[in-house]
């Protein structure tokens, strides 16, 4: 029992970062209709800025944590999202209306490009960071076994949930998020209408790219190690997580993370570490068989 | 912004002059954009201090070289475009009259590839290593050609074929390391494992439609590949498996010396001994291979299997309508797509000698796949291009070392921007109602 919680707890700090990610790429499958390869690397990125600002931070003699982290979390989305709005620019913009194809494998070279530009810069080593918040509590106790929810984990939760809602809002109430809307409906129809559809897909980039740079944020703070190919699988699992959920749908995208996030912490714990990618992609091709749109998406009428 | 470029007298009537003022603006907004873009990973960069610490040190020389690239490139690029259309429109014509495959061009462009590819052993100036190198190139048309079946004839997006390619390596390495078979005896059946395979990742993945394919085939090479690294009992996991046996030429090996009993190639045809032997020997094996490979799809093309792949690429609801299972056609694409992968990589295990999961990640897919798109999809003449332009490129960056996978991934964006049908951007059915004069079909 006190096993299975604590894995629970993993699971679900897990899942709140696969969630974060899988957002980026539910939102521009849902406009654009097509898999942002270079994501992962985005997130990759982000992790790295966050960083780069922490040691920026800690030389500018800034030794309030919580000041730090707000600063470097800002710092984090601000670059990251520049970066998103290149990947778009340079590798989606000039295809768009080209063949399905062209776009995917240009995201595949960007993804590639992005991946030697941060090795070569920053060297192939693992990056460690000091951790920065430690303590937690003890939730439950059995047997000698404790349970620990450490702050970190509340943090990456209490933070996944707050952007999530601030971002389900933004789509809901704002001009933006009206034109982002009406922009996965059916892009040509908002585009007669007057709405700047390439700026939309931009911001939709850009905001993808921030909520991937907070995830790499998370991930550098909670495991306190990263490198230069840490985006490719995190970005494969995030984009299974945005299928399982039912990709185009944001609170699919959440689901998706944090059913993906414990399904590997589970398989860790019960089976072995070894195969948790395999579980991981196992319960996605056993979704798409049952239910081949995923869990909240809405299934696609094929029209002649 | 228009007294800027009133002064300038266009070499071409008829078009808006060069507009300076804003186009000098444009390039130093990227110019800008690139600054911010390189500061923070560019102009800042970690290293260990030890201890597990780290240090940062600046390089902000390297992001104002880098916006002044971003700059002087932008505007460049606004240049060519404005001044260089005339050679740009030669260009197309040539690609658009290989895409074309006009009859007076297609005879001639095969026979001199065919001729070329017999002959580079033998040229003058060919050495070792422009025959390996043709090897590589091979293995990777040879891929090109078996992908081209799934994706560009029946368009079903396979993110993950380097699967079959690993699957039909490993069954190779296995056959040879437990049961002794030769590589001529193991290559029937490493396709055939591979095409077992390709039907059972068919199965689940037929009701699925293009993205939700390329994650299910993505993670399906994955599992192969973790499997692989993971079952060491059988694989020998990370170390892979060593001492695969090499081709043998009908039943002469190629060796300095052999055991009791067995001619080497050299002593029967009375030859100096020379490693050079085998290396050119596994050129033409993978040559022919290729080119079998190359006919049995040209083949298939115009069988009813190959006509309702077409068929089904381009509309699945009329296929249903006219009578077409689409089940047993995506599965004999699937299933034909993977053995010919399964081939190459028996092909590879003999040519290496050795392999290790290592070789089967995802680049190799995503190469694979970049080698069918970049061609121009369904077009064998385009994947050739595309081979040859993407295993050579690499190769011609080693001297730059560590950015040869950095020029790769900028060189695929690049020539999909430049491209975006693919080379030879042809995409005709292989059927048509009524045939046009001077004009084969496609072959």
Redo the contacts between chains.
């Keep these: 029992m006190a096993y299975f919680l604590q894995q629970l707890i993993n699971g679900l700090t897990l899942g709140s970062i696969y969630g974060l990610i899988a957002i980026g790429y539910t939102m521009v499958?849902g406009i654009i209709?097509?898999?942002n390869f270079a994501h992962g690397e985005i997130y990759m990125?982000g992790a790295?800025?966050s960083?780069?600002?922490l040691?920026?931070l800690g030389?500018a003699g800034v030794s309030y944590v919580p000041l730090a982290l707000v600063l470097v979390l800002l710092t984090t989305m601000l670059?990251t999202a520049?970066?998103g709005?290149?990947v778009e620019r340079?590798?989606y913009r000039?295809?768009r209306g080209?063949?399905?194809?062209?776009?995917?494998?240009?995201a595949?070279?960007?993804?590639?490009?992005?991946?030697?530009?941060?090795?070569?810069?920053?060297?192939a080593?693992g990056?460690?960071?000091?951790p920065l918040i430690l303590g937690g509590f003890t939730v439950y106790q059995s047997d000698g076994f404790d349970v620990r929810l450490s702050y970190l984990q509340l943090l990456i939760m209490l933070v996944t949930l707050g952007l999530m809602a601030g971002f389900t809002t933004v789509i809901a109430t704002t001009s933006l998020g009206r034109a982002q809307r009406a922009c996965e409906q059916d892009l040509q129809m908002a585009a007669l209408l007057g709405v700047d559809v390439d700026r939309v897909i931009s911001t939709t980039f850009v905001m993808g790219a921030a909520l991937a740079a907070v995830a790499g944020f998370m991930v550098t703070l909670y495991y306190g190690v990263i490198d230069f190919f840490i985006g490719?699988l995190a970005g494969?699992k995030a984009?299974?997580a945005a299928?399982l959920g039912g990709?185009g749908s944001l609170p699919g995208a959440m689901l998706g993370g944090i059913l993906i996030g414990l399904i590997e912490a589970f398989w860790s714990g019960y089976f072995s570490v070894?195969?948790k990618?395999?579980s991981?992609?196992?319960v996605?091709?056993l979704v798409?068989?049952l239910r081949?749109t995923g869990l909240l998406g809405r299934p696609?009428l094929?029209k002649? | 912004m228009t007294t800027a470029a009133s002064g300038f007298v266009s070499g071409n009537p008829g078009q808006p002059a060069f507009d300076w003022a804003a186009q000098v603006k444009d390039a130093a907004l990227a110019g800008l954009i690139a600054t911010l873009l390189a500061l923070p990973l560019m102009g800042l960069q970690t290293y260990d201090i030890g201890g597990g610490a780290l240090g940062i040190r600046t390089h902000f020389n390297w992001v104002a070289i880098a916006a002044a690239a971003v700059f002087a490139g932008r505007l460049a690029l606004h240049l060519a475009q404005r001044f260089g259309r005339g050679r740009h429109r030669h260009r197309e014509t040539l690609f658009t009259r290989l895409a074309t495959w006009d009859s007076r061009w297609a005879l001639p462009i095969t026979a001199a590839g065919i001729i070329i590819a017999v002959a580079l052993p033998f040229l003058p100036f060919s050495s070792r290593y422009l025959v390996d190198l043709g090897t590589t190139v091979l293995i990777y048309v040879m891929l090109g050609w078996g992908l081209n079946v799934v994706v560009g004839l029946a368009g079903l997006l396979d993110l993950g074929y380097v699967a079959f390619y690993a699957v039909g390596a490993y069954t190779f390495a296995l056959l040879a390391r437990d049961l002794g078979f030769s590589f001529w005896q193991a290559l029937p059946f490493s396709g055939l494992v591979a095409a077992s395979f390709g039907v059972i990742l068919g199965f689940p993945v037929l009701r699925l439609r293009g993205d939700y394919l390329a994650i299910v085939t993505l993670g399906f090479g994955e599992i192969i590949r973790i499997v692989l690294l993971n079952w060491s009992p059988v694989t020998g996991g990370p170390n892979g498996i060593s001492d695969i046996p090499r081709p043998s030429f009908l039943g002469l090996p190629f060796a300095r010396s052999a055991p009791e009993g067995v001619t080497t190639f050299h002593q029967f045809f009375g030859l100096e001994f020379s490693p050079d032997q085998r290396v050119v020997f596994i050129y033409f094996v993978i040559l022919a291979l290729a080119l079998l490979t190359n006919l049995f799809t040209l083949r298939l093309r115009r069988l009813p299997i190959g006509r309702a792949w077409e068929a089904l690429r381009e509309d699945e609801v009329a296929c249903r309508a006219l009578g077409i299972n689409p089940t047993n056609v995506k599965l004999s694409a699937f299933g034909i797509g993977a053995m010919l992968g399964g081939f190459a990589g028996c092909f590879f295990a003999t040519r290496q000698g050795f392999i290790s999961p290592e070789s089967f990640t995802f680049i190799e897919s995503a190469t694979i796949l970049a080698i069918v798109v970049l061609g121009g999809m369904g077009s064998q003449l385009g994947i050739v291009l595309a081979a040859i332009l993407l295993v050579t490129l690499p190769e011609l960056g080693r001297a730059f070392a560590e950015f040869r996978m950095l020029l790769f991934g900028a060189a695929m964006v690049a020539i999909m921007v430049w491209r975006p049908r693919g080379l030879l951007a042809h995409r005709e059915p292989s059927l048509r109602l009524v045939p046009r004069s001077r004009r084969h079909p496609l072959p």
């Design positions: 499958y209709g097509m898999i990125i790295f800025i960083i780069i600002a040691l920026v030389l670059f520049i970066y709005w290149m340079v590798a000039p295809l080209s063949h399905r194809l062209a776009p995917l494998i240009s595949i070279g960007m993804s590639i490009f992005l991946q030697n530009y941060v090795q070569i810069l920053q060297g080593r990056k460690p960071v000091p490719f494969v984009f299974t299928v990709i070894e195969y990618d395999v991981v992609f196992v996605l091709i798409l068989v081949p696609e094929e002649v």
